[in-house]
């Protein structure tokens, strides 16, 4: 569906069903150099099973107009904002409760927005989240000067198992050449002002230990882009905090789980859900 936040085109796929307003809604947030399809997998099982689903594309990322906003706080912002006004263009009032999951830098953007309390919001989800999500200088020098080898060295460390190059766990289907496609179909710049964000982002474990909802941590066991170790101090100050917490692994997964173990993903979302929305 499309609609406009702050004047600018958004977008978010809603799972091949409209948003009603009587079923929960869980709003789907991406990762660097991302869009909504990386949630293919999970958003459509969950559309037609009883959730309204909102799959974003953040500014700048696939099919919402720019630029790429440059702070996570700015992002978070724009997801609250983004959740009102996709129910105000289908006369949903008010916006049904809901639960917001994030990957990578996505689950940063689903902990700031934690912090900004919107009525509706009952549950985060923090898959593959690192706190604090420091970016190597080889990298964001990669991403400034040569995206392709920025795009090579992310796959690379994204993957584990069957995930490796070229990464095929059926005939015809490349988890590898999948994820860098969606990567090279973003703007030029876009990974830049991502990586950026993440690596500027300090209240993340002020966030997490301050939690107002209950959150689920759901990390992979093989992943080397935010492996679980960079989880611990995160989930720890949840711990120390009121909010209910759940900690699910997903073995043997690299940082890629939402394609690379999408069943798993979708499980541990399945059993989840409906002990914080009903």
């Known amino acids: 569906m499309r609609f406009t936040v702050d004047g600018r085109q958004a977008y978010a796929y809603t799972g091949g069903r409209p948003l009603r307003a009587g079923q929960p809604l869980v709003v789907l947030v991406h990762g660097a150099q991302h869009d909504h399809s990386v949630w293919a ?28 906003l440059e702070t996570m706080e700015a992002l978070a912002q724009w997801v609250c904002a983004a959740v009102e006004r996709a129910c105000d263009a289908v006369g949903i009032e ?24 919107p009525e509706w919001l009952k549950a985060v989800a923090l898959l593959a989240i690192a706190v604090p999500m ?16 920025a795009f090579d060295m992310i796959n690379f460390w994204s993957s584990a198992g069957i995930n490796h190059h070229p990464g095929t766990p059926g005939p015809g289907f490349s988890t590898y050449i999948q994820n860098r496609r969606l990567m090279e179909r973003q ?3 876009v990974l830049l002002t991502d990586f950026t964000a993440c690596n500027n982002y300090v209240a993340g474990l002020d966030r997490a230990g301050a939690l107002p909802v209950p959150v689920l941590f759901l ?3 093989s992943d080397q882009m935010t492996p679980p170790k960079a989880a611990r101090k995160a989930l720890e100050a949840a711990k120390a905090s009121a909010a209910p917490v759940t900690h699910i692994a997903v073995p043997g997964s690299g940082h890629n789980l939402l394609a690379e173990h999408p069943d798993e993903t979708l499980n541990a979302l399945r059993q989840w859900l409906p002990t914080v929305l009903g």
């Open 134 to 149: 420091g970016v190597s200088d080889q990298l964001l020098e990669a991403a400034a000067s040569n995206e392709g080898r």
């Open 41 to 68: 997998m999970q958003s459509r099982y969950l559309a037609h099973h009883g959730y309204s689903i909102l799959a974003l594309d953040l500014p700048g990322h696939g099919r919402s107009a720019g630029p790429a």
């Open 94 to 117: 008010p916006v049904p409760a809901g639960v917001i999951a994030g990957h990578s830098m996505g689950a940063l953007v689903a902990l700031e927005a934690s912090a900004q309390k």
């Open 219 to 221: 990390l992979a066991g």
């Open 187 to 189: 703007a030029a710049g």
